[in-house]
């Protein structure tokens, strides 16, 4: 099942915050993030592990409510190259080894 | 440069036709991922191989069929397109466990456009 993302698009200054979040309705093994420039292939951000261990990108970060089967990914001090569809990734575990994605959050960053 | 290798990157159509689609994955990654991606769609994942086994599946048509070879490349067949078929098609690999639970980063590839007239 498709995990949903919110907000679907979002528009920043440079230098401004933003929190991109994703929410499943089944018990998650894993999060993932990455994000996709126009007219590119999709690069790895982050993934969160059930038990909360992470692996990732130095300047972005990103939590793993577990309980509540929700991620969130935080950008602070956007710059012009974090501009891109954000996607979080999604993996149950256990005999289920798909990794599903939301529908992506489109982020521009202005000058 | 991901490591890993689609091809062809643009393929031109009609409808009913068949069409394959090749990957190589990175060298030594295991497992291949296959997903289509549309406009209002996003990533939809298609199907994943782990070391030349079907491992996941998911809302893969039936005219579609993948496999992975001893080699490790693999090819996603389509059949029988259909205009809403039109899409890009992304492989990805990575190095998974054993359970084939993906614990790491997935590599991407340039995608293969696929456009049904």
């Known amino acids: 099942q498709q995990p949903v993302q919110s907000p679907q698009a979002v528009i920043l200054r440079e230098g401004e915050d933003a929190v991109i979040n994703c929410s499943s309705s089944k018990a998650l093994y894993s999060v993932h993030w990455y994000r996709q420039k126009h007219g590119e292939a999709p690069v790895f951000l982050m993934i969160l592990l059930k038990g909360g261990e992470q692996k990732g990108h130095e300047k972005i970060s990103a939590s793993f409510n577990e309980k509540k089967q929700q991620s969130s990914l935080y950008l602070t001090a956007s710059q012009l190259s974090y501009s891109g569809t954000y996607f979080c990734g999604t993996q149950s575990g256990g005999s289920n080894y798909k990794l599903t994605f939301g529908k992506g959050t489109l982020l521009t960053v202005n000058p | 440069d991901s490591g890993v290798t689609q091809t062809p990157k643009h393929l031109i159509t009609a409808t009913g036709q068949r069409v394959t689609l090749r990957c190589s994955p990175r060298s030594g990654d295991l497992s291949v991922y296959w997903y289509q991606q549309s406009l209002d769609q996003g990533l939809q994942f298609l199907i994943q191989?782990?070391?030349?086994?079907?491992?996941a599946k998911g809302n893969i048509l039936e005219r579609f069929s993948a496999q992975q070879f001893p080699d490790l490349h693999s090819e996603l067949n389509l059949s029988s397109l259909e205009l809403g078929d039109s899409a890009l098609y992304f492989c990805?690999?990575?190095?998974?466990?054993?359970?084939?639970?993906?614990?790491?980063?997935?590599?991407f590839g340039e995608g293969s456009r696929l456009t049904v007239l």
């Open positions: 990805a690999s990575s190095v998974d466990s054993g359970t084939g639970a993906n614990t790491g980063e997935l590599f």
């Open positions: 191989y782990y070391n030349g086994e079907e491992r």
